[in-house]
């Protein structure tokens, strides 16, 4: 039988176990605050900007 040469870090072997929930699990969503539109959690909405109640990405800035 096949044995390893050497032994994998808990890093390396994190990361290999991590592509299969990335994989099988879909993301998960919360619904803005202020606009109502679903965003990734933990971050600033795409739409319009905020997290947690205030404006952190000027958006009308930008456009």
């Known amino acids: 039988m096949a044995n390893p040469k050497a032994k994998m870090s808990k890093s390396r072997r994190d990361k290999r176990r991590a592509q299969f929930n990335a994989r099988t699990k879909p993301a998960t969503t919360v619904l803005c605050a202020n606009c109502g539109e679903p965003t990734l959690p933990h971050r600033a909405c795409r739409h319009?900007?905020?997290?947690?109640g205030r404006c952190v990405v000027n958006k009308l800035a930008k456009s």
């Open 48 to 52: 319009c900007g905020h997290y947690r």
